[in-house]
């Protein structure tokens, strides 16, 4: 039961930061890139934030000048979850995230939250899915920031009014606890 809980916080939790940041790019993976920067898109608006200047407010609580600017718009209660989802790490391996993965239930979810992302190509989804695969076997192990570091394009463009509806009316996400029931979450 805590695998389970642990795996339903890994997509919620993500989603949830991503929205929160306005990320959540599912991107097309491609040996040797990697994301520098999140950009946001709410209707017209576009606002971008290094990669780096997340991973580095998770760390240390302290934003850049960027992405300080870009909090000042969001509630304190909001920052303290965003810095939470931030350092979310999750106890799964490559091997069971792969065995998640080829599940109905997953190809659902995949396929919805890229849905909220921008990428020629209509590749999104296998950029999800390669990211998810390379951020579990990386040194630091699947979490947020290991998570968005794995995404190969040097931009990942996400629709917040997307991705917003998506996590209020997916039946994916709301059915991920029964997809989740058999895999294990010890590495």
Known sequence: MTNLRSFRRLFVGVTSGLALC?????VFAEA????DKITMKYGPIYRSIAVADLKEYA???TPSAELGSFLSLVKPKDRESLTKTLNMKFPFNVVQV???LKTPAAEGLLTELASATEL??????VALRGALLIS???????GTTSLL?????????????????LMKTSKSF?????????FGGSK
Not at 174 to 182: D, I
């Open 59 to 61: 760390q240390t609580g």
């Open 32 to 35: 040797g890139w990697s994301a």
């Open 98 to 100: 792969d065995k998640l």
């Open 136 to 142: 579990a076997s990386s040194k630091e192990g699947l």
């Open 174 to 182: 709301k059915g991920l606890g029964s997809m989740m029931g058999s």
């Open 120 to 125: 020629p190509g209509n590749s999104e989804v």
């Open 149 to 165: 570091e794995s995404y190969p394009t040097p931009t990942l463009t996400v629709d917040l009014k997307k991705l917003l509806v």
């Open 22 to 26: 306005g990320i959540g790019s599912m």
